[in-house]
């Protein structure tokens, strides 16, 4: 994800959160031990733009197959969603 305009803020399970703003960077990805099943109680990540100013961002896909063709998305939201 890149921030282009506006704050994402990541928040995870244990409480904690992080806001990212215009500039910054970075891969979203939600890790799990090798055979540990994935518990929702426990893992994943919530994403919310805490600000009244619309987020702007570019989410780039990408995949472990080098055949694959990585996707570009180009993410608006209105105002906060």
Do not use: M, W
Request: aromatic share 4%; glycine share 10%.
């Amino acid at each position: 994800i890149v921030v282009r305009r506006g704050v994402l803020r990541i928040g995870l399970r244990d409480g904690t959160s992080r806001d990212f703003g215009p500039g910054d960077a970075f891969i979203a990805a939600d890790r799990l031990e090798p055979g540990q099943p994935f518990d929702p109680t426990r893992h994943g990540h919530t994403a919310h733009v805490p600000s009244p100013d619309p987020l702007e961002a570019v989410h780039l896909k990408l995949s472990s197959n080098p055949q694959d063709l990585h996707q570009l998305y180009c993410l608006t939201s209105p105002r906060g969603v």
